[in-house]
Nanobody
Framework: VQLQASGGGLVQAGGSLTLSCAAS????????VDWYRQAPGNQRELVAG???????NIADSVKGRFTISRDKTKNTVNLQMNGLKPEDTAVYYC???????WGQGTQVTVSS
């Protein structure tokens, strides 16, 4: 399974971005998918996850601002990020939980 992360960019504080993780195989739709982020000098942090059945969990640090969803018709898992803050600046990665399948990462930069 190949994962392709996209949607990152440069945005001002308070702005929004939607990240997308697309998979090459439909089996992706049955798996739990997580979004992580890693800022320079920091450890990789779990941001959000969603099961194959659509049950989601969101990290406390982004709760109320980020939502995760999946579109099974497109084999994608999306991370909607609203109210972005400079501390959200990081490279964001998607991962099929408990596997070595990772997207290549997409840079999110939030300016103050």
């Amino acid at each position: 399974v190949q994962l392709q992360a996209s949607g990152g960019g440069l945005v001002q504080a308070g702005g929004s971005l939607t990240l997308s993780c697309a998979a090459s195989k439909i089996i992706f739709n049955t798996k739990t998918v997580d979004w992580y982020r890693q800022a320079p000098g920091n450890q990789r942090e779990l941001v959000a996850g969603i099961t194959g059945g659509g049950v989601s969990n969101i990290a406390d640090s982004v709760k109320g601002r980020f939502t995760i969803s999946r579109d099974k018709t497109k084999n994608t898992v999306n991370l909607q990020m609203n109210g972005l803050k400079p501390e959200d600046t990081a490279v964001y990665y998607c991962n099929i939980r408990r596997t070595s399948y990772w997207g290549q990462g997409t840079q999110v930069t939030v300016s103050s």
